[in-house]
């Protein structure tokens, strides 16, 4: 991200462009060639959009939210009690289903 963020609002470039997006790749030693090929073509296509609805029937509507468990979708900066909670839920769920 601080990447794509340096490139786009320090560096002035479009992220936008695919070879844009390959070179920033590149940078942070991703594989550029990989990057080129998803953005040419649709291969994962499918699979995004699958997690896209996965995660608006989650109740997603802005960044950051974590999925957690594939179950519970927590938006924002939480408090650790919040987490505490989370996890116990979860747990508990867990133990129910078992």
């Known amino acids: 991200m ?6 786009y609002f320090t560096d002035g470039r479009d992220i936008g462009d695919h070879d844009v997006l390959a070179d920033i790749a590149d940078g942070i030693e991703m594989d550029a060639a990989m990057v080129r090929r998803l953005l040419d073509g649709d291969s994962d296509l499918e699979n995004i959009r699958r ?5 608006r029937e989650m109740g997603v509507t802005g960044v950051p939210t974590f999925i957690v468990a594939q179950r519970h979708g927590v ?13 116990g ?3 508990a769920q867990i133990a129910d289903e078992g």
Do not use: C, N, Y
């Open 2 to 7: 601080s990447a794509l963020f340096r490139a």
């Open 51 to 55: 997690r896209d609805a996965h995660s």
């Open 75 to 87: 938006p924002g900066a939480q408090t650790k009690e919040m987490w505490v909670k989370v996890i």
């Open 89 to 91: 839920d979860i747990r």
